[in-house]
């Protein structure tokens, strides 16, 4: 397990790294940068090629304090090369670890669909998907058939307007934020687009996180008109960095 500057999260969890770029939101992919730049080490002996670490598995299982962990940061639970039965042995461990949170996002939401009835959703794994404008809400679509208790949309980087009215109300978060890109490609998000979502989760009590505008690095400028937007989604209990519990907030700073 590894701790980490996301804000959304205590620890990240991965049991495999590596993935392909699916949609143009994967076109600056933080996790590709650094696992190429990475390539033939000890961390990364293979780059952004799938590469399990079944020795990270039973992590979890380890961590006493109640967390909030994202799962393969560096990878999607979905992706096509990888068998039922490895995201079966990854959601077993989730239902075992019942003391965690554990936040699931993926761009593959057809095979999540595809996995929604061939394992447990116990009620403490959220499922997410990126959408990163309007031509990809079909993601949305499939995610509010599976039976996850927590169901959430991560529109980062947000790449142009994202009406959310059609699924707002079936949903417990939104995360929101700009593209971030060390060598300076990252596409300037217009603040027009997080405050119609903002608002909009306003409106329908639906929990509203901003991460970031655009920038160089991950987490710049992370106010929106000046005010810090941490949300986390009721009724799961939002943890601090230390693990400590604490009633969720529509507004956390």
Not at 191 to 201: F, N, V
Request: proline share 6%; aromatic share 10%; glycine share 6%.
């Amino acid at each position: 397990m590894n701790e980490t500057k996301i804000s959304w999260t205590n620890l990240t969890w991965n049991v495999w790294s590596g993935c392909e770029r699916i949609s143009p939101g994967c076109a600056h992919c933080y996790a590709m940068t650094l696992a190429e730049n990475k390539r033939g080490t000890r961390a990364f002996p293979n780059g952004f090629d799938l590469t399990y670490r079944w020795h990270k598995l039973n992590e979890p299982l380890k961590v006493k304090e109640p967390s909030l962990i994202f799962v393969n940061s560096m990878s999607d639970l979905y992706l096509e090369s990888v068998s039922i039965d490895s995201i079966r042995r990854v959601f077993d461990v989730m239902n075992r670890a019942d003391r965690h949170q554990f936040q699931v996002l993926t761009k593959r939401s057809k095979r999540l669909l595809d996995m929604a009835d061939k394992v447990e959703w116990t009620p403490n794994i959220w499922q997410g998907v990126s959408v990163e404008n309007q031509r990809w809400t079909n993601r949305i679509d499939d995610l509010l058939q599976t039976p996850a208790a927590i169901k959430f949309i991560s529109a980062e980087p947000l790449l142009g307007p994202l009406d959310l009215r059609r699924w707002i109300d079936r949903l417990d978060w939104v995360i929101v934020g700009g593209e971030s890109d060390p060598q300076g490609r990252f596409r300037k998000i217009d603040l027009a687009w997080p405050r119609m979502i903002r608002d909009l989760c306003t409106q329908h009590s639906v929990a509203f996180f901003y991460k970031q505008g655009s920038g160089y690095r991950s987490e710049t400028d992370p106010h929106l008109d000046g005010v810090t937007h941490h949300a986390l989604p009721a009724p799961a209990v939002a943890l601090d960095m230390h693990g400590t519990s604490a009633p969720v907030q529509q507004q956390l700073t």
